[in-house]
């Protein structure tokens, strides 16, 4: 991770811009912006941003769609993408963690919540990409290359978002070994980072759904273990 962080900061509001801007420079940190979702994919790809705010309604391309075509880009596989969202807002906050989005950031924005949350989210980062090792993992018919961040099965390329990822990762590590949604929570989010209830069945179902439902068990009322 870099002395000083890159941050982009894509939303429609100048006010709101300006805002999170002031904010996070106050810190340190090296912001950009940029007012729609277009402008926000060239500057990203501009920048190379470490953590990118994205607001989720958007003109012209909303925030959901901006992150899912960062994510599709090897370039943006880490890098950390937090959401803005109206509080309350159920539907979005699982839309954004379902494309690969690492957190969400409710509105209003408070000065003392933004800056801890971005610390948190950097932290946790920089602390992922130091324990990646390179090395590669059989787990049945799967190979996971940690380094790479990569999933195959066979000479077929399986694509996970990064948090699905790191899941994936968490499970194969101790095969048959029941993983309790708070411990799931703890590693991969860390505790200093609060996401949603339902975040670890998101991540869940679309493991699922791109690798088959035989290899993650669901153990009622206890969490998840990895089978093959």
Not at 13 to 32: A, R
Request: hydrophobic residues 40%; glycine residues 6%.
């Amino acid at each position: 991770m870099n002395e000083n962080p890159r941050i982009l900061v894509v939303d429609d509001e100048p006010d709101i811009l300006e805002f999170v801007k002031y904010n996070l420079q106050k810190e340190g940190f090296n912001v950009s912006t940029a007012e729609n979702g277009l402008k926000g994919l060239e500057e990203a790809r501009l920048v190379k941003p470490d953590l990118i705010i994205l607001d989720i309604m958007m003109p012209e391309m909303d925030g959901v769609e901006v992150c899912r075509q960062l994510r599709s880009e090897e370039l943006f596989n880490n890098t950390v993408i937090a959401f803005l969202t109206a509080r309350d807002e159920d539907y979005s906050q699982i839309a954004a963690l379902d494309v690969g989005g690492d957190d969400y950031i409710t509105k209003p924005i408070r000065p003392r919540v933004l800056v801890s949350r971005v610390n948190a989210l950097l932290r946790r980062s920089s602390r992922k990409e130091e324990e990646a090792k390179s090395e590669i993992v059989t787990a049945g018919d799967l190979i996971i290359d940690k380094e790479k961040i990569l999933v195959f099965r066979g000479d077929d390329r399986i694509e996970l978002a990064k948090k699905e990822f790191e899941l994936l990762s968490l499970l194969v590590s101790k095969p048959g070994k029941v993983f309790t949604r708070e411990e799931i929570f703890n590693k991969i989010w860390g505790t200093d980072v609060i996401v949603g209830n339902r975040t670890i069945d998101v991540h869940i179902r679309k493991l699922r759904e791109k690798l088959g439902n035989d290899y993650i068990k669901t153990i009622k009322g206890v969490g998840y273990k990895y089978e093959f």
